[in-house]
């Protein structure tokens, strides 16, 4: 029998444990049991050796070493480097149902609106696991639980950490508010909530709340009316997502998650590009990482438009370009890189300066590539800016024109994208796109290199390289 018990005693230091398991294991033997500040959350069909142990190794820290920890936490750079309450982050089933026991155990009130106090609690644990390294920070306004088309949580969210730093399961540093400035209340999980959630940080994860999303130039989210397009692409996206998450993607032994969303910046003809988030997501990847991701098991291919952005300015002008638009200047491979950087930084910057600058600063930030280049007489970005404009002459009225030119080329991709997605998703068929690029299975990639063709056509009336 599995005693209800708050911490260690010489007659309870060891229980025998006659159970079956959530897997339908048979487990015996002698088990451990570290304090337990909410005795209901562990009942039958909930503990198994293995979580024990993995839960034991957590709390296997010398006191030393807790001691260090727990006053750094206090200290100013710690609270410095907290990271913004997420209400996208999640459970998983596992950990969903040891968050209803802790509810119950809390004697939290079921009363109104109970589903969304578990919500709440939901949210609140999925953010306290994602960082167990960082503070969290977390409004007490009101008026920042409005029911939106961006948020889950509701306002008893508050309540739910005044009653876990009341049980020692969170530690906090209040908000406050002057002339000078202000901070919100930052919080973190403490030793006593992470034992008492064996392998924590592996049942958490992120998708977006809203698939398509509308910030302003600071970022902030913005309300908006839904229209004929953005139902569209909200449907194409939930259809994709949910052929993803269904799909074994992985990067090595790790299980990845390929929730997407449409980040539109100020208006729905600005950006638009399908973004992820969250650990361990994809486009977080090295293109050399991506790689070894495999889907299903399968080997997986990555095809990509070659030099998309300006390829979309001359369909704008009315022209086929041919050939590379970057490598015009040099064709010797080590150049293209930073042909590349600079071009890109000519279609996005609000003036040549700013353009100018961000190139070199690339180049400074890649020593690998400045030396190769300072070999074959490559030094700076002004001299090839001003090739650039010669060569590139038809579409040279949209270099240094600040964020419109970028932005629109932006949206224009991300209309293209979305075809490509929708396309085998409509299928069944996972697809991870990369902006420019998209990665399926291996056995898809004539289909794929078709369809990337057939998209651009469609939208452009021209050609374009994919490799």
């Known amino acids: ?202 049942g958490v994860f992120w998708k977006p709340v809203e698939l398509v999303e509308l910030r302003n130039n600071k970022g902030k989210l913005i309300e908006y009316k839904d229209t004929a397009e953005t139902w569209r692409i909200r449907t194409v996206l939930q259809r994709v997502n949910d052929v993803n998450s269904q799909a074994d993607i992985r990067y090595q032994q790790y299980k990845l998650r390929a929730f997407l969303r449409a980040i539109f910046i100020e208006r729905f003809t600005w950006y638009g590009r399908l973004h992820t988030k969250g650990f361990m997501h994809y486009q977080g990847f090295w293109k050399e990482e991506r790689e070894e991701i495999t889907i299903n098991g399968d080997p997986i291919v990555e095809l990509d438009y070659s030099g998309l952005h300006p390829m979309l300015l001359y369909a704008a002008v009315g022209k086929q370009y041919l050939g590379d638009p970057y490598t015009v200047l040099d064709r010797r491979p080590e150049a293209r890189p930073f042909l590349k950087q600079i071009l890109l930084c000519m279609l996005n910057a609000k003036d040549e300066q700013t353009a100018e600058r961000a190139a070199n600063y690339w180049l400074h930030k890649h020593p690998e590539h400045r030396e190769a280049l300072n070999r074959i007489g490559i030094t700076r970005a002004r001299p090839l800016m001003r090739k650039f404009k010669e060569v590139h002459q038809p579409i040279a009225g949209y270099f240094c024109k600040g964020r419109q030119t970028g932005m629109r080329i932006m949206n224009q991709d991300a209309k293209i994208a979305i075809d490509v997605v929708n396309h085998f998703a409509k299928q069944g068929i996972p697809i991870l796109p990369v902006h420019d690029s998209f990665v399926v299975q291996e056995q898809y990639r004539d289909e794929l290199f078709r369809v990337m063709k057939t998209a651009y056509n469609k939208h452009t009336k021209f050609r374009i390289k994919v490799k």
Do not use: C
């Open 1 to 202: 029998m599995l005693a209800q018990h708050r911490g260690w005693s010489k007659n309870e230091k060891d229980k025998e444990i006659n159970d079956i398991g959530p897997d339908g294991s048979n487990v015996k033997g002698l088990v451990r049991y570290p304090s337990n500040p909410f005795p209901d959350l562990f009942i039958k069909g909930y503990i198994t050796k293995k979580r024990v142990m993995k839960r034991t190794k957590v709390t296997g820290v010398s006191e030393d070493a807790r001691k260090q920890r727990e006053e750094y936490k206090k200290s100013g750079s710690w609270l410095q480097r907290n990271v913004r309450y997420n209400q996208g982050h999640y459970l998983d089933e596992r950990h969903r149902r040891l968050a209803d026991k802790l509810f119950i155990s809390l004697q939290l009130d079921g009363g109104y609106k109970v589903e969304q106090k578990h919500k709440d609690l939901e949210i609140l644990l999925a953010n306290l696991f994602t960082h167990t390294d960082k503070p969290i920070s977390v409004s007490f306004n009101e008026k920042d639980y409005k029911q939106t088309r961006y948020s889950r949580a509701s306002y008893f969210t508050v309540a739910l950490i005044y009653v876990l730093y009341g049980k020692k399961l969170i530690d906090m540093r209040k908000g406050f508010k002057i002339v000078e400035g202000s901070r919100m209340t930052r919080i973190w999980a403490t030793e006593k909530l992470l034992e008492a959630f064996p392998e924590y940080n592996t």
